[in-house]
């Protein structure tokens, strides 16, 4: 990949070991100002550069990315935006400018993946994204010229690529209560040859991931590292209550045991899914199925896991009357992996091993059917 150098480009690389020690603080580009190039791979497999918008009458660039949730209340306007100003030649590109080491995971505590190259493929796939989706993760200097503050970010070039608007795409990230459409807005009078009648506004989201985020990111993990594992046994009534659940929250529960191949792998996805949803009204709880004289060992593995969730293991060597006392009609196979609501109803079940993205999106899923809209 070839990525031109201007003379600003090459001063902000120059400078890009000096800003990771201290926090970027971007300069939007100004109005007026020329549309930097840019060479970008894109979701598509496709290496986009500005040249490619050539001839559009208007060029839409929206800095975006996969795990904020005031981006992703966007997604379907910019698809509608995208469609209905097609056939009057405006280009709309989607540039995620996040650094993916850059995100905690509980920053994800809204989203069902992170900010990688991989990730965008698999949101623009989902999604059915009709704009090209570009990856300027691993190319700051790059974002830094355009300068986004927030995801969503708005710019809105002319045909000859210079800037006439930027900011927020409407005045609110929840459609109901949208009254004011700037981005269109400011489309409709560059098509008309005009000067849009506000020309910058200010861009309400989150914060761009920059790689001076890193360092935070590194000690959130080192810190996680330092809570305490511990691990308790349970008997069958202890069973019984933690599968009518009266904790009000969502509550995730794995069977598992440390000689079980599938139960061993999955036990990381599990880990990182708690620490992306823990903040919410979620918790989660492992149970191992394990013999009570092997707890030693067992609580090795979750402390090598760093699994500082609530943490069991049954009580007894029978195993029967602690598997019937949580599910009767469960033949007692592992891993077993159930999602229970507020209300104990089962709304995910999985006998086996759990595909993390499907289990992330159903905790998402049914989070956010509680949440304020």
């Known amino acids: 990949m070839i990525i031109p150098f201007t003379p600003m480009r090459l001063l902000l690389f120059l400078l890009l070991p000096l800003t990771l020690m201290a926090d970027i603080k971007p300069e939007t580009l100004p109005l007026g100002a020329s549309a930097p190039d840019f060479t970008l791979p894109g979701v598509d497999g496709k290496q986009w550069s500005l040249s490619d918008f050539s001839g559009a009458r208007a060029l839409v660039i929206i800095f975006t990315c996969n795990h904020c949730p005031t981006a992703q209340y966007y997604e379907e306007r910019l698809k509608q935006l995208t469609a209905d100003y097609k056939d009057r030649g405006v280009k709309v590109v989607a540039i995620s400018p996040n650094d993916p080491e850059a995100v905690r995971l509980d920053e994800l505590g809204w989203a069902d993946m992170g900010d990688t190259f991989e990730e965008m493929k698999i949101r623009a796939r989902d999604h059915a994204f009709n704009f090209p989706y570009l990856y300027a993760g691993d190319h700051e200097a790059l974002s830094l010229e355009y300068g986004p503050v927030a995801t969503p970010h708005a710019f809105v070039f002319d045909n000859t690529f210079k800037l006439q608007y930027v900011g927020a795409i409407d005045d609110s990230e929840r459609i109901q209560h949208v009254k004011r459409q700037f981005l269109r807005d400011a489309l409709d009078a560059v098509l008309a040859g005009e000067t849009p009648s506000i020309q910058q506004t200010k861009a309400v989201g989150c914060s761009v991931k920059w790689s001076d985020k890193r360092e935070n990111n590194q000690a959130f993990l080192a810190r996680l590292a330092t809570e305490p594992v511990s691990l308790k046994p349970i008997d069958a009534e202890g069973l019984t209550i933690l599968r009518k659940n009266d904790s009000g929250k969502f509550r995730l529960v794995n069977f598992w045991a440390t000689w079980c191949a599938p139960c061993v792998a999955e036990f990381p996805e599990l880990v990182t899914t708690n620490r992306m949803y823990r903040h919410r009204d979620f918790e989660m709880v492992t149970v191992s199925m394990n013999h009570p004289e092997e707890q030693a060992r067992v609580l090795e593995f979750l402390q090598e896991k760093e699994a500082s969730n609530r943490n069991l293991i049954f009580g007894d060597s029978f195993r029967d009357p602690l598997i019937n006392a949580f599910n009767a009609e469960w033949q007692g196979v592992a891993p077993y992996?159930?999602?229970?609501?507020?209300?104990?109803?089962?709304?995910?079940?999985?006998?086996?091993?759990?595909?993390?993205?499907?289990?992330?999106?159903?905790?998402?899923?049914?989070?956010?059917?509680?949440?304020?809209?």
């Open 337 to 373: 992996t159930v999602l229970i609501n507020p209300e104990g109803e089962i709304v995910y079940e999985e006998v086996g091993r759990i595909d993390p993205l499907e289990l992330r999106r159903t905790i998402l899923r049914e989070l956010n059917t509680r949440k304020p809209w």
